[in-house]
């Protein structure tokens, strides 16, 4: 069941060129939100009929909810002028995330600020074989590394121009370590958050391999909750709401 709690800025910085880190205090969302999930949040400093906008959940422990965006458009520059101590209303759990437990090594593909929600999985994982393939265009677009390594996390990098760690897209490292896994009989199981293109690669891989894909679509999600089938997503059961059904779907139930 969803809740509206009014929380207040803990924290607000910079994840990066262009990226942001926000950080509320939300005891009870944070409580009760769980990995591929995400939150509605009403942007402070936009007119009263303004839309919610829809963030994956980066971290929720201790009372506090961790929001990873990037500034892209009118309503994430709102908020990123917000302050420490304002305050901010933020709905949430919305959606299906990640299953809680992983059958196999742990295998995480994220692209860009898609990272944010296997941050908070890897986190309860607590897998130590977990590994993370992170790929962007620039090592700009490489984000939370640090944090990653905090947990025991393996993290394999690649970037479109070449400019950390391998050169190419990021299936490159994933399908080196898929074939060693393969090679040594070892089940393991993919989660993965990021651009399209990215997660089709990641589904196909899963449904080849015959182990669980678990893969969290990015659709415009305008209400959040199913009422306004804006977030369609098709998949072999027919068409799903990616906030309701979703965000996050087996690789083998979707349709591209």
């Avoid at 422990?61 to 901010?88: I, M, N, P, Q, W």
């Avoid at 990098?157 to 490159?172: M, Y």
Wanted: charged share 20%; net charge neutral; with cysteine.
């Amino acid at each position: 069941m969803a809740i509206n709690e009014k929380s207040v800025v803990a924290s607000h910085e910079d994840a990066g060129p262009g990226y942001r880190f926000l950080v509320l205090e939300a005891p009870r969302l944070a409580a009760d939100l769980t990995p591929g999930q995400f939150v509605h949040v009403r942007v402070p400093g936009l007119e009263s009929t303004a839309l919610r906008r829809p963030f994956s959940v980066f971290d929720a422990d201790a009372g506090r909810v961790t929001l990873l965006y990037k500034v892209v458009g009118r309503g994430t520059a709102a908020l990123s002028k917000v302050l420490v101590g304002d305050t901010v209303e933020v709905m949430g759990p919305l959606g299906h995330g990640f299953p809680s437990s992983s059958k196999g090594v742990p295998l995480l593909v994220g692209g860009g600020y898609g990272v944010a929600p296997l941050h908070f999985l890897a986190k309860r994982l607590k897998d130590p074989h977990a590994i993370l393939f992170v790929g962007g265009r620039t090592k700009d677009d490489l984000l939370a590394l640090d944090r990653f390594a905090a947990l025991g996390v393996d993290v394999r990098i690649a970037t479109n121009d070449g400019s950390a760690g391998e050169k190419g897209f990021v299936t490159g490292p994933l399908d080196a370590v898929l074939d060693g896994l393969r090679a040594r009989g070892e089940t393991f199981e993919l989660f993965t958050c990021g651009p399209d293109g990215l997660l089709k690669a990641v589904a196909d891989r899963a449904v080849a391999a015959k182990m669980p894909g678990w893969i969290s679509m990015d659709r415009h999600m305008v209400c959040g909750v199913g009422a306004c089938y804006a977030c369609i997503q098709k998949t072999v059961r027919g068409n799903s709401r990616c906030c309701v059904e979703g965000p996050v779907f087996r690789a083998e139930d979707l349709v591209w």
